[in-house]
T-cell receptor, first 118, second 116 residues
């Protein structure tokens, strides 16, 4: 059973370009979470999606960022008109069920996409 | 307010010694979960150990154990018999949010260096 796949692993963009980050969850997982990690910091939650639905986007910047998880295909995190401050590692995690308060439920992380904005 | 606090930016330990990485958390929910992840220089996030707030015993996974002190709201990671391969960033995280829409909140991390 393949783990969470993310591509590309490294992405270089110039200011003003668009960045598209892809995440294929583990087989059978329908819950996807995106996190951003700035250099020397911990991961910060961005968005939680189920198939075709955004459940929680409270951590996502209001402008330039969007995410989707279509019925078929990977989840996409899209950053329009990138700026230098968007340079970070972006991690995707998946789980078979929503994280629950009352039971152990692990999120499986992908290897991350390292975005560099020149 | 910081939900997860890791007060040790860096730690240096001699190989084969035990090491404790500190983590304190803040929540008003009676039910919560605490996680530790390892991030080596290659960058991936590796799950190490989990502790549920209602678990009666401290979690253990091989050389990893979690010193869970609920009243103090601390969940320190203990690594016994440290190895060179343990050198990495270590993150403590807590599950938070409303039912059905929870996510992980991470601390700032501790960089652990094991010296030969």
């Amino acid at each position: 059973n393949a783990g969470v796949m993310q591509n590309p692993r490294h992405l270089v963009r110039r200011r003003g370009q668009e960045a598209r980050l892809r995440c294929s969850p583990m087989k059978g997982h329908s819950h996807v979470y995106w996190y951003r990690q700035l250099p020397e910091e911990g991961l910060k939650f961005m968005v939680y999606l189920q198939k075709e639905n955004i459940i929680d986007e409270s951590g996502m910047p209001k402008e330039r960022f969007s995410a989707e998880f279509p019925k078929e295909g990977p989840s996409i995190l899209r950053i329009q008109q990138v700026v230098r401050g968007d340079s970070a590692a972006y991690f995707c995690a998946s789980s078979p069920l929503p994280l629950q308060q009352s039971s152990y439920n692990e999120q499986f992380f992908g290897p991350g996409t390292r975005l560099t904005v020149l | 307010a910081q939900k997860i606090t890791q007060t040790q930016p860096g730690m240096f330990v001699q190989e084969k010694e035990a090491v404790t990485l500190d983590c304190t958390y803040d929540t008003s929910d009676p039910s919560y979960g605490l996680f530790w992840y390892k991030q080596p220089s290659s960058g991936e996030m590796i799950f190490l150990i989990y502790q549920g707030s209602y678990d009666q015993q401290n979690a253990t996974e091989g050389r990893y154990s979690l010193n869970f002190q609920k009243a103090r709201k601390s969940a320190n990671l203990v690594i016994s018999a440290s190895q060179l391969g343990d050198s990495a960033m270590y993150f403590c995280a807590m599950r938070e949010g409303i039912q059905g829409a929870q996510k992980l909140v991470f601390g700032q991390g501790t960089r652990l260096t094991i010296n030969p």
